[in-house]
């Protein structure tokens, strides 16, 4: 049982804030109940608060950021296990606020809004599917990990004092300087304690706490060691910002776009008398761009909801243009540093790091045997000559690659540092080393193929190799 703070007023327990109108204790137990009712999806609330002068009347208030769209019929039933409820009020952001009814049925969600907008039936908490995780998934990312295999990154466990088979842990505290073991991990609950400073949380709090990282981050940085990330949709699609926009616009319009552009957004009569705007386009005048921004920032500066219209159909009808100027945003850090200017990924390829060692020229060369039988053929970066630099070579191969394979034998440093950026760049990546001790325990999650370096161990690798590139890329050249 995670540890809880409390008076007859309030008390805190597993990061979650509970208070009690009328000052009962045993509110205080109901309520922490309710938290351990919620397994996982207790880490997205900030606050219960109960009134029992209202029939055990409930208001569980969302951590920013946090909503999920399990949350309501999780929170119903775990209030209803602890002897029911006569309503509870869930408050939200983004009009995920609502109300439960004792008699909700739970086979829809029929919940009130608080907004004075109010709308009917199913409609009112319809909005929850925009959630950013999938349904279940924090279960699954727990049952994927322990509690303790994670903070054995940042401590260094008592032996004396831990029992592991039971799953309980002792160590030094990694969230303040002590000399002996007063931080508890009970891998059985999830949960930690430090009894000095009292720190305390489950697996996403830990990730969170010591990598500076916001919820979701942390979501993501777990997912990807456990091999779940590929459930996860990539991060949400920005809108094209004011100079984006006036880039593609500079770039592709028409004069059909600056009239269909006057109609969705109600700004044609602007268009239309404009007296250099449709001319400069039509002539190629040196003004265009200026006149194009002209249109923008007044189109912003209205607040009418006109400019949000404009980025819709941008993104809409230039979709690949819109994503390819957001994206080299994102790269620009990337240019900048490492000279590389971001361009529309190809996947025309795939990528091959590995050392650069004539030790392992076999091993390339049944790499390549097995990319044969896909429509796509391997390459190094030590094979590409397109720049005056290598690291832009090999940047320039990852972005294009389809599928990126990379050998982590030995632990090569550049090929960890390739690696991340293949990740981080969205790409499929197939690891194979000749040892699992050349495998972090960050990786390890993923698939890899372990191959020996060998006659027979090359041509296993080359078969399974190739079967795992078949199934990602498939084997007719005529798709491509």
Known sequence: MGDM?????????????????????????????IVDGLGALAACLESIWCDSSAGATYTVTVAKGMWHDDLPR???????????????????????GCTLDPDWPGDGIEGEPFDAHEQAGAQ?????????????????????????????????????????????????CPFHSETHASFHVDDRKGFYYCFGCHAKGDILTMV?????????????????????????????????????????????????????????????????????????????DPDYAGNVLELLTAMEARNDGSFAKLQGYITTTFSEQAQTVTQTAVFSSAKSV??????????????????????????????????????????????????STVISDILELINHSAVVICDLTGRNENVFYEL??????????????????????DVRHHR?????????????????????????LGKNKSMF
Request: charge should be neutral.
């Open 338 to 387: 490492l000279g590389y200017q971001y361009t529309t990924p190809r996947n025309d390829v795939i990528g091959v790091m590995m050392p650069f060692n004539s030790n392992f020229t076999s091993v390339y060369q049944a790499i390549q045997r097995a990319c044969g039988q896909t429509p796509l053929l391997a390459k190094r970066a030590d094979e590409v000559w397109n720049n």
């Open 124 to 172: 009112r908490l319809n909005q929850i599917a925009n959630s950013p995780l999938p349904n279940g998934f924090l279960d699954r990312l727990r049952a994927a990990i322990s509690l303790s295999q994670v903070a054995g990154r940042w401590v260094k466990w008592d032996e004396r004092k831990s029992n592991p088979t039971k799953g309980d842990f002792w160590a030094s």
């Open 420 to 441: 991340g950026i293949a990740h981080a760049w969205n790409k499929t990546v197939v690891p194979i080393a000749q040892s699992d001790a050349d495998v972090p325990a």
């Open 208 to 284: 969170k706490e010591k990598e500076n990282l916001s919820f979701l981050q942390a979501v993501r940085r777990l997912a990807f060691i456990t091999g779940l990330d590929h459930e996860l949709q990539p991060p949400a699609f920005e809108p094209p910002t004011i100079l984006q926009l006036k880039e593609i616009i500079v770039k592709h319009f028409t004069k059909e776009n600056f009239l269909e552009v006057g109609l969705v957004t109600g700004w044609a009569q602007y268009i239309r008398s404009h007296d250099r705007l449709l001319r400069s386009l039509s002539w190629g």
């Open 74 to 96: 999780a929170i119903a039933d775990a209030t209803y296990a602890t002897g029911g409820y006569n309503g509870i009020y869930i408050e939200a952001e983004d009009g995920h």
């Open 448 to 472: 890899y193929l372990k191959y020996l370096n060998n006659r027979e161990g090359l041509e296993a690798m080359e078969r399974d190799l190739a079967t795992r590139l078949t199934g990602l």
């Open 5 to 33: 703070q409390t008076s007859n007023t309030s008390a805190q327990y597993l990061s979650v804030d509970l208070s009690s109108r009328k000052n009962i204790a045993a509110e205080i137990e109901t309520m922490r109940q």
